[in-house]
């Protein structure tokens, strides 16, 4: 089943930044979604968020288009996002930050329960996040993230400052949200070694324009050459 499409997608500021963009990604699927600076993966992100609007072309999230301003709060409604370090109330307890969300959004109180006991942190949760590891901070914000059961969750650099032990309960974390949570996810990060191991399909982009390859270490090591040495 496909979850997003993007279709003929472009963006300028004072130059070319998306070029024509075309994919789509279906029901489950894990995509990385990698290039060098610059290439346009912030603004096809703040695209996908409805953060910035395209020049032209179209982007469907659950069959609801990114032009109709009357489906906004539809489309946003299939959408969670984490761009870089989580934005969270560090002087509040983990609880806290998740129930504040929750009021907001109306959501169960079931449905956060579920929530505390997937990310698995124990009684850290009654803890000022302050307090937290970064590691912990994602798997709070993750939680928080899935507490409207998304159908696509977009994670940007989401491996960013964690240590070796993080980065491995992040991959595992991964897996169990697409698994327990049937999410589509896409992952921006410039680690291809993760990608590698986090994800069935990478996104390449290079100068706003983007070839899609299906993952292998073959086809890792070429796109190494030519999307980040120019060649």
């Known amino acids: 089943m496909e979850i997003l499409s993007v279709s003929n997608l472009n963006k ?6 998306l070029d024509n963009l075309n994919f789509t990604i279906n029901k489950g699927e894990v995509v990385g979604l990698i290039g060098p600076n610059g290439a346009g993966k912030t603004t096809l992100m703040k695209i996908l968020c409805l953060l910035s609007k395209a020049d ?18 539809k489309y946003l409604a299939n959408l969670s996002a ?25 959501i169960s109180k079931e449905r956060m329960e579920e929530m ?4 698995n942190i124990g009684d850290m949760i009654n803890n000022k996040v302050k307090q937290y590891s970064l590691g912990m901070k994602q798997r709070l914000a993750i939680g928080i993230a899935l507490l409207s059961s998304p159908n696509l969750l977009i994670l940007d650099e989401p491996t960013n400052g964690l ?18 949570n049937d999410v589509s996810v896409i992952i921006s990060s410039h680690i291809l070694s993760e990608i590698e191991k986090l994800c069935q399909r990478i ?29």
């Open 82 to 106: 984490i761009i870089e370090t989580p934005a969270l109330y560090e002087n509040l307890s983990g609880y806290d930050n998740i129930d504040f969300i929750r009021r907001i959004n109306k």
């Open 12 to 17: 300028s500021y004072n130059k070319k930044v």
């Open 163 to 180: 240590d070796y032990d993080g980065i491995i309960e992040f991959r595992k974390l991964i897996s169990d949200v697409v698994k327990d």
């Open 116 to 119: 505390i006991k997937f990310i």
């Open 56 to 73: 032209s072309g179209e982007v469907k999230l659950c069959g609801i288009s990114n032009n109709n301003k009357k489906d906004r709060e």
């Open 203 to 231: 996104l390449f982009l290079k100068d706003g324009k983007l070839i899609d390859e299906k993952i292998s270490s073959d086809s890792i090591d070429k796109m190494y050459e030519s999307v980040y040495r120019g060649e």
